[in-house]
């Protein structure tokens, strides 16, 4: 039954990951870092703290009580995970959400399925698995064939999009894709899909204050300390989140001048604000129920795993809504769609191989 359970919050989240940026496509008139930075304000410094609030209300409490180095570690790799987040928005707006969630979430799940085993071996801790366990394993040997498979499909699908620059005009291109530009696009994929990763790295490294949470006599109702844990953590690990894409969409904004974005009449103030803070909303959803899933699932790289193959097929989903793919010839349709089917089996690989390490 947690399984179950596990699965349905999953699915519930990824869902939200790969919707959340459709409200920004209904955004008229504003530069990209305007919109970005009001959904993000929502996604990071407002949503969190109040979802935390209502499920664990002396939350602030814990934080002030947990050891300084954890919050600082916490911190910075929300720091990283910012930069991943920053640009991933980036390659959504070059590659459109079909294209772009595939690179970037396969990269995303091959590298924090590998990265932390690889730490480990390094620096050993008791109860954590290490890449030398892995190879040893048969568990662990999956996952590395599923990493391999993940950038096999990766490598497909960015033929894929070769393939569709070639086949389209530029007039067609932008008919499906406003920015679509190939290259700039999966540059900044890669690095969204490495640096995203260190999202579930920053919730490993706040387990010691999500057991505190867990031991909270106020909880929601009696019996949600495991489900609403993690909570408690996001809203330290989002505080990095916020800090680097303020700083870069306010250089932006800066060089752009788009701040005047906000005071520009000719445009739809009203209905960007909400669009954005709705963008940004759904966007924080994806892990409210990413920590309740993982709550019930009890294996924190399976349940990223889960969460990366939901989020590409909902993207992908939302690509054939918005005819990205519209124009282009079959063979080109049946290259993206076997090399998203390759990374969601890559996906499943990875996720299997955890479960009996």
Not at 9 to 29: D, E, L
Not at 48 to 74: D, N
Not at 191 to 205: H, K, P, R
Not at 209 to 214: D, F, S, T
Request: glycine share 12%; proline share 3%; net charge positive.
């Amino acid at each position: 039954m947690n399984a179950l359970l596990g699965i349905l919050f999953h699915s519930i989240g990824g869902f939200a990951s790969g919707s959340f940026y459709m409200p920004f496509n209904k955004v008229k008139g504003w530069a990209w870092e305007s919109f970005w930075i009001v959904g993000g304000l929502f996604s990071w410094l407002i949503v969190p703290p109040l979802a935390a609030w209502l499920t664990i209300p002396h939350f602030t409490e814990i934080i002030a009580s947990a050891s300084t180095q954890i919050l600082y570690i916490v911190f910075i790799l929300g720091l990283l995970w910012g930069i991943g987040g920053l640009t991933y928005g980036l390659g959504v707006r070059y590659l459109g959400m079909s294209l772009g969630n595939s690179v970037t979430l396969g990269f995303c799940a091959a590298f924090g399925s590998t990265v932390p085993a690889i730490y480990y071996s390094f620096f050993p801790s008791i109860g954590k698995v290490s890449f030398t366990d892995m190879l040893a394993n048969h568990g662990g040997q999956l996952v590395l064939l599923g990493v391999l498979v993940c950038i096999i499909g990766i490598a497909i699908s960015g033929k894929a999009g070769i393939m569709k620059e070639k086949e389209l005009t530029k007039e067609q291109q932008k008919a499906s894709v406003a920015e679509f530009s190939m290259v700039k696009g999966l540059i900044i994929a890669v690095i969204s899909g490495i640096l995203s990763a260190f999202f579930n790295f920053g919730l490993e490294a706040g387990k010691p204050i999500a057991e505190v949470a867990m031991k909270s006599p106020d909880m929601l109702f009696e019996g949600s300390s495991r489900l609403f844990q993690n909570n408690v953590t996001y809203v330290v690990l989002l505080w990095g989140g916020l800090t680097t894409n303020f700083i870069w969409t306010t250089i932006l904004s800066l060089k752009n001048k788009s701040y005047r974005n906000f005071t520009d009449k000719k445009t739809p103030i009203s209905k960007n604000l909400i669009f954005s803070a709705m963008a940004g909303t759904i966007w924080f959803l994806q892990f409210f129920f990413y920590g309740m899933g993982e709550s019930k699932l009890g294996n924190g790289a399976s349940s990223w795993i889960l969460h990366m193959s939901t989020i590409i097929l909902t993207a992908n989903m939302w690509g054939i809504v918005r005819k990205e793919w519209t124009g282009v010839s079959p063979k080109t349709k049946w290259t993206i769609t076997t090399g998203i089917a390759v990374i969601i089996f890559s996906v499943f690989l990875v996720g299997i191989g955890n479960s009996i390490m």
